[in-house]
């Protein structure tokens, strides 16, 4: 894009222009990151929840940005002949600039997005895997990974990725011819305009429960933000909906727009009939044509009945067949840190599975599950997150100790907290006097827990899935995966059988 380009885009937004630089030079990117900025960029300056990106004007320029855009006249810096251009409100015209830089519409793209508080990655994944297996080119933004086609670009940062980010997937990705999107996005994405100029065809909500309080204050303000999401479906486009979980009432959007799915047999997808063990899973779907399907996979759960079903949908929706959908069912081998097996727990008799829940429901749907398919004891090794919905810690507890046989209660991502004051509020809702312990180590946490396991038990591993780091206060990561802790604990006790 040429700067004059930029400055006729912007020509309805400007305050106050100081341009000396040739105005036919072509711009590279735009970056709202400073420490990624690089020769020929255009800068934009945005008040963050933390920062203020004016702060990094001077960084931006010391690396070669060629002009900034900011919207705060008194963090103009003073000591330095900068090119600005002063418009209203950066946020809002940033994913604009940064579409029209790459030559990014939302038709370039069939676009999925799935929204909900628990599911999205699963479901996100899922529908990429199936769109792959089928030979369909896709892209995958979700929370453990952003993949183009089989190829994983990245593990990102956030959830929902930010709108420069974004932009630069869908610039590769249009590239390498693809023409599926899925896309997890989270309420603070909706929230923040990260989606901004996208439009979807397919919207999946998979149920909103409690979470993230600390940022929307309400249940209602949360659920909202969520259901917002719709604004941005293409003029064609569906939303699927889980009824089990949210009332239709609560969408604004013409009811002939919505699919659904559930047990409830009003839905338009009826699932049933469920059997499962620790390894797999098997359960019928009723569709709408009036056909029977069967379903195997080796994701387990009645949680995951309904993932499977809602990125079936999608792929119908698509143009897929049920039976090129349902082999690709079959080869799932799940998301990382999703109820995921450590299959050397096998020697032991035991199994050890590691699993993302860190909110009461996906808590409550894990351990409820588990109960139902295990004959041994089930060992529950968690805590809560730092610099987060506090009010949820307490439901978590109780939730805890409503499934769990043995309850080891350890620390999770405390970031800026204390840990021993989170575990303090988690262990309010714990109901439990007898087999109940606190090891604040994760670590010894988890090692105690695969010590405590007998034969046909469980060790559920929860709150942390894929990720690979503890995060601590002032910025301090320590390594540490769940599952190759709980491998190496697992290979140490197989070592100390032995002998
Ligand atoms: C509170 C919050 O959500 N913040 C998000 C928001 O940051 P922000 O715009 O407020 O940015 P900021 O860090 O204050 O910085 C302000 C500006 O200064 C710039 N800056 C900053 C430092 C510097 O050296 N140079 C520089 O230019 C920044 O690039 C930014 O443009 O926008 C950023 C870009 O999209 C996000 O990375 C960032 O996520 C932070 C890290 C975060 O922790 N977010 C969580 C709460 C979140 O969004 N989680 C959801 C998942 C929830 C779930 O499903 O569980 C998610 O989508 O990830
Ligand atoms: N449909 C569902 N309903 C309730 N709980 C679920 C569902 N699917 C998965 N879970 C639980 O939630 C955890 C996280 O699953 P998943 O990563 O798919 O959700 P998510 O919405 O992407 O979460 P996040 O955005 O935090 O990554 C799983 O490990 C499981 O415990």
Not at 37 to 43: A, I, L, R, S, T
Not at 360 to 381: C, M, T, W
Not at 403 to 408: G, P, R, T
Request: net charge negative; glycine share 4%.
């Amino acid at each position: 894009m040429k700067i004059s380009e930029i400055l006729d885009f912007l020509k309805d937004e400007i305050i106050e222009t100081r341009i000396e630089v040739d105005t036919d030079l072509e711009i590279k990117n735009f970056k709202d990151n400073s420490e990624l900025v690089e020769k020929n960029d255009v800068f934009i300056a945005v008040k963050g929840f933390k920062v203020d990106g004016h702060d990094f004007i001077h960084s931006a320029l010391s690396r070669g940005a060629v002009f900034v855009i900011l919207d705060n006249p008194e963090k103009i810096p003073e000591d330095l002949s900068l090119d600005y251009v002063l418009i209203k409100n950066t946020r809002k015209v940033i994913a604009e600039l940064a579409y029209k830089n790459k030559h990014i519409s939302p038709k370039d793209f069939k676009m999925f997005a799935v929204t909900g508080t628990n599911g999205k990655s699963t479901v996100a994944t899922l529908v990429h895997h199936i769109l792959q297996e089928s030979g369909k080119k896709s892209t995958l933004f979700s929370t453990v990974e952003i993949m183009i086609k089989d190829q994983v670009i990245e593990e990102p940062y956030n959830t929902t990725p930010s709108v420069i980010k974004i932009s630069e997937i869908l610039e590769k990705s249009k590239l390498e011819n693809v023409e599926f999107v899925n896309m997890e996005v989270s309420s603070h994405a909706i929230h923040q305009k990260r989606v901004e100029k996208l439009e979807y065809d397919l919207i999946s909500y998979t149920n909103i429960t409690r979470d993230h309080l600390d940022y929307h204050h309400t249940f209602k303000e949360y659920m909202d933000t969520k259901l917002s999401l719709t604004n941005y479906l293409k003029k064609n486009g569906k939303v699927i909906v889980n009824i089990d979980e949210i009332e239709l009432d609560n969408f604004h959007v013409d009811k002939n727009k919505i699919i659904t799915y559930g047990f409830d047999d009003k839905a338009d997808y009826t699932i049933k009939s469920i059997n499962q063990s620790i390894y797999q899973m098997n359960f019928k779907i009723d569709t709408p044509e009036g056909e029977e399907l069967s379903i195997y996979s080796s994701i387990i759960g009645k949680f995951n009945a309904y993932n499977i079903t809602n990125a079936l949908i999608v792929c119908k929706e698509y143009g897929l067949s049920y039976d090129q959908i349902k082999h690709s069912i079959i080869t799932f081998k799940g998301v990382r840190g999703r109820f995921e097996l450590i299959p050397s727990s096998k020697a032991l008799g035991f199994s050890v599975v590691i699993d993302f829940a860190h909110t009461p429901d996906a808590l409550d749907k894990v351990l409820s599950n588990a109960k139902e398919i295990v004959k041994g004891r089930i060992i529950l090794v968690f805590g809560a997150g730092g610099n987060a919905d506090v009010g949820k810690r307490k439901i978590m507890g109780e939730v805890a100790s409503k499934y769990s046989d043995i309850i080891v209660l350890t620390t999770d991502d405390p970031k800026d907290e204390d840990p021993e004051k989170i575990i303090e509020q988690v262990k309010d809702g714990i109901t439990k006097e007898r087999n109940f312990i606190v090891i604040p180590e994760r670590k010894t946490a988890i090692n105690a827990a695969i010590n405590f396991a007998n034969r046909d038990d469980l060790v559920i591993i929860a709150g942390r899935g894929h990720e690979k780091f503890q995060l601590f206060s002032n910025g301090k990561q320590i390594k540490f995966n769940d599952f190759e802790i709980a491998s190496e604990c697992i290979d140490s006790l197989r070592r100390s059988m032995k002998k």
